[in-house]
């Protein structure tokens, strides 16, 4: 039995919205313009400060080993909490879904993956570069032309 989804009409219409905005922002960025680029770069400023502000009021020292699995069990702290904002449970009757607050785990989510990036060395520019190879890796593995083996799908002849 699958997951039931429960959205009404304008939290569709919501999504529909932020479908468009995201295609319209993949083709500002095919044009070569560096909005979202310098947004992302905004987003890494911003966190850094709060890294900052964090080690240096609380008097954190941590290892890089440390801080990967420190902001990783974060992660996985997070990752339920936007679990529990969605029904996966399929033996409870379904509740409507908070999107405001589902969205608000996914940027305290958001904030834990730019942390972790910083400490391993990734700038906003990085990040960029090193998505969109794995991007297109990863189209590459779906249209079975990449290198890796089994990613090709299955046509329906092949059963």
Not at 41 to 67: H, P, T
Not at 90 to 119: C, R, T, Y
Not at 127 to 139: I, L, P, S
Request: charged share 35%; hydrophobic share 35%; with cysteine.
């Amino acid at each position: 039995m699958r997951a039931q989804r429960i959205i009404d009409r304008p939290q569709a219409e919501i999504m529909a919205d932020r479908k468009r905005k995201r295609t319209e922002l993949l083709y500002k960025l095919r044009r070569g313009e560096r909005r979202v680029s310098d947004r992302l770069a905004q987003i890494f400023e911003m966190q850094n400060a709060l890294d900052d502000r964090i080690i240096s009021e609380r008097g954190v020292l941590k290892s890089l080993d440390e801080w990967v699995t420190g902001i990783t069990i974060a992660m996985e702290s997070e990752i339920d909490e936007i679990r529990r904002e969605v029904n996966w449970k399929w033996w409870k009757n379904p509740k409507p879904v908070d999107v405001a607050a589902l969205q608000g785990e996914v940027i305290d989510m958001w904030h834990f993956v730019v942390s972790l990036s910083e400490k391993v060395g990734l700038t906003a520019d990085d990040v960029y570069r090193v998505y969109c190879d794995k991007n297109a890796e990863n189209h590459s593995r779906q249209n079975g032309t990449s290198e890796k083996e089994g990613y090709l799908a299955k046509s329906s002849d092949e059963g």
